[in-house]
């Protein structure tokens, strides 16, 4: 605020102090820390850019926007906040490093609790388009014990880069859920993942291209896995070579995460004797699971 007279900052400042102090009163100390800080940064911010009116006014109709467009399907806010790398840095926060658990990453928008279950070596693509892929692995805690029965759900975009829900709200195809067996191994069918933009329609899609920033998401298979005592893994696995990659616009990649996925030539034998027309992939995602509360 260089240019900005003594008088002049005087009275921005008053307005900060004055709206912090409305807080006074909130008997919740958590509640009352996040408004505060929320306060100050956010008038740090209208400072530190002069902002104008104008702005002002487009800022509220974007955010209008983003809430007509959002339903039960599509979560505006959601992309908002991934492509702003807001998402990923609240995944960062609470979800430090520990031993050599596997690396969380954000959630996404198109997860969906009434996933079918599948049998292990079952086919969670139900008849989405793409090539075949055999994924396999085993699920532990970090001293390297099996962990068995623990929950594992999957998800991710056909080879158009639709979800089931954009097709049809009450279609699933694409995702499943299943658990591990005894030795906490688990395997399936799904699809060999490949880039899709994530929806670029809406108000989130015109601040990308305004700023310069493509849609386009890294190709990812989604995983969630739960066991009880251990701390609920949201993550991706990547492939490697892939022509997005770190260019991922919601800063989902991480290096640990990306995986190879080799592909097999048509004719290869599947490792269940699976008859697959034409070529498919195969890929091994070994699973750690920290203990709750790390």
């Known amino acids: 605020m260089s240019d900005v007279s003594p008088e002049q900052e005087a009275v921005e400042q008053t307005l900060v102090d004055t709206v912090v102090a409305s807080f006074d009163a909130c008997e919740d100390p958590r509640l009352k820390e996040v408004m505060v800080s929320l306060t100050r940064h956010l008038h740090a911010f209208i400072r530190d850019v002069r902002l104008t009116e104008e ?9 209008t ?8 399907v599509r979560q505006e806010f959601i992309l908002l906040s ?10 960062n926060i609470n979800n430090e490093a520990y031993a050599d658990a596997t690396e969380a990453t954000v959630f996404g928008p198109f997860f969906v609790e009434d996933s079918p279950a599948i049998e292990l070596g079952g ?11 055999w994924v396999s692995g085993t699920v532990t805690d970090t001293d390297g014990k099996p962990l068995v029965g623990a929950r594992i759900e999957v998800w991710e975009a056909d080879e158009d880069g639709l979800y089931d829900v954009q097709r049809d709200a009450g279609a699933r195809a694409a995702r499943a859920h299943l658990f591990t067996d005894e030795e906490g191994g688990y395997r399936f069918w799904g699809l060999t993942p490949t880039p899709y933009p994530i ?3 809406g108000p989130v899609g015109k601040m990308l291209a305004a700023v310069g920033r493509s849609p386009l998401r890294a190709s990812h298979l989604h995983f969630m896995v739960t066991h009880e005592g251990c701390r609920t893994l949201v993550t991706h696995i990547f492939p490697e070579g892939d022509p997005i990659g770190w260019k991922d616009t919601v800063f989902g ?3 640990s995460l990306i995986k190879k996925f080799e592909r097999q030539a048509a004719g290869t034998p599947t490792p269940d004797g699976r008859a697959v027309d034409g070529t498919w992939s195969k890929v091994r995602f070994d699973i750690v699971l920290a203990p709750a509360g790390a």
């Open 253 to 255: 990649v991480k290096e």
């Open 199 to 201: 929806p670029d329609d």
């Open 65 to 72: 926007k983003a809430g007509h467009i959002t339903d039960d």
């Open 55 to 63: 702005e002002w006014a487009a800022a509220i109709d974007f955010l």
């Open 82 to 91: 991934d492509t702003l790398g807001a998402s990923m840095q609240t995944i």
């Open 123 to 133: 086919d969670m693509a139900f008849g989405a388009p793409g090539e075949p892929c």
